[in-house]
Structures are given as C-alpha cells and as structure tokens.
C-alpha cells in the first residue's frame, strides 16, 4: 500500500472496533462480546479502512488482531448480514463480497506483520480474518470453523480457497472448506493452522510478546519477506529467486544491514531503524 495520502486526516474514532498504539504495536479489538464479535457492514468497513490508515503509518510496525470477551469472532452477524443479504440485488452483493476481500487482501498487503490472537470460536469469516494474519497465536479453548457451506455458499469466500491450501495442504483444507467441521486447538496446532499454542487464557499476552519482538526487529527486512511470501505464492521458481535477488540487492544499501554489521564488530545489539 503506499504511503502517500490525500488532504484527509486520520480518522480519530472507530464505531465498530477498539485501537490502540504502544511504542509501534498496533492493537485491534473486535468489541460486541455480546455477539462473540459477530461482524457487521460496518466492522468490514472499519477494518479495512483502518489497515489503510495504519499501512500509510510509518510508526505502526506490528499488529494484534484479537477479540473481546468469550471468542475471537463468530463471523458475520446473522440477523445484520445474513438476514439483510437477502434483500441485496446481484450488484450490492457483489459489492459487499468484494468489500470483505479487500479486508483480507488488506491483511496480506499491509507492510508489517499481523498476528490474529485467537481464543474461542473463529468462525466464518472470522476464522478467515484468523488464516489471513501472518501468525495465529491460539489457547487450548480455540476452534476454527468454515463455515460457509453450512450456510449453502461456496467454502471459497474471502479468499479462504486460496489461503487455506497454503497454510495447511489441500487435503485439510478441502475437508474443512467443504464440511465445516470444527477444529480445535490440538488439531489445529498439528496441521499447521496455529503458529503458536499456549496456556489457558494467555494467548493475548503471548501474541503481544511476539508484537513487541517484531516491532524492535527490522521492520524492512520484515516487511519485504512478507511481501515476498504473498508476492510468490504464484510465482515459478526463476521468477521466485530474481525478486529476491532484486529485493536484496535494494535492503543491502539499506541503513539496518549496514548497522548489522557495525553492532557484529562493536559486540553490541543492533539498532533497527527499518530502513
């Protein structure tokens, strides 16, 4: 996403989420506990608008994606999206699946890591907003469940058919897209679908730990290797290896592998700056 922005300023309230920022660490919060995070119109709009804003931030380094009170996120709201879909017209339904692919596309896009801290259910699209971070931080009470065919759509929404396979293989993810089983944390650790397991109730902390590691690494270098990942997902190998000659050849004038080698001669840590 570039970094360069129009007259309009940032905006300085969110209705349909919480944001916070500490020292480069960005927190997301899906807030309707009530509704275990149930998506709205609104919360798509929000996020992917937010991603945006935050993108053209130099100061934002890393994310946490997470959920207030007992799940992470069970989708979008039955009665608000489900119910109003309806009434949609082939041309607004079209808009609205394109708004929710342009939030998962915003995850993949935006140059610094994202990590989904999951408890509870992740379902529907909000297992997909899980599958699009670059990190799944999970506690044993996580369940993942695509949802979409129990709702008589395709499995493939939000890009779910494009990401699912690469993280965990075809054969999962045809079984998960097509049945929409839910699969708990110990599976999902096993296939892939988890980066990180921890204890009961300590998956928020454990995804803030890993912000924080990634906000005072790199930033650059992380950027560009999460670029790269996305970029050559559907590349041929000889393409594969120029973009990342290309790439290295541009970060080795970069300030931080000059800085690199300075801290390795001083015996010292070194001092990122990301550029």
Known sequence: MSPFTGSASRTPEWRHLRLAVDDGVATVTLARPDKLNALTFGAYADLRDLLAELSRDKSV??????????????????????????????????DFNRMTGQVVRAIRECPFPVIAAVHGVAAGAGAVLALAADFRVADPS??????????????????????????VGLGHAT?????????????????????????????????????????????????????????????????????????????????????????????????WRGR
Do not use: W
């Open 175 to 271: 079984r998960l897209l097509m049945l929409g089983d839910a699969v708990r944390a110990p599976e999902a650790e096993r296939i892939g679908l988890i980066s990180e397991l921890t204890d009961e109730g300590k998956a928020g902390e454990a995804a803030l730990t890993l912000a924080r590691r990634l906000a005072d690494g790199p930033a650059l270098a992380y950027a560009q290797t999460k670029a790269l990942l996305t970029a050559e997902l559907d590349m041929p190998l000889s393409a594969s290896v120029e973009l990342d000659a290309a790439t290295q050849a541009l970060l080795m004038n970069g300030e931080d592998y000059a800085e690199f080698h300075a801290s390795f001669t001083e015996k010292r840590p070194p001092k």
């Open 61 to 94: 380094r890393a994310l946490v994606l997470g959920g207030e009170g007992r799940g992470f996120c069970s989708g979008g709201d039955v009665d608000e999206i489900i119910g109003a879909t309806l009434a949609m017209d082939t041309a607004q339904l079209l």
């Open 142 to 167: 996580a369940r993942f469940s695509f949802l979409f065919t129990r709702v008589g759509l395709s499995g493939g929404d939000m890009g779910a058919a494009y990401l699912l396979p690469r993280v």
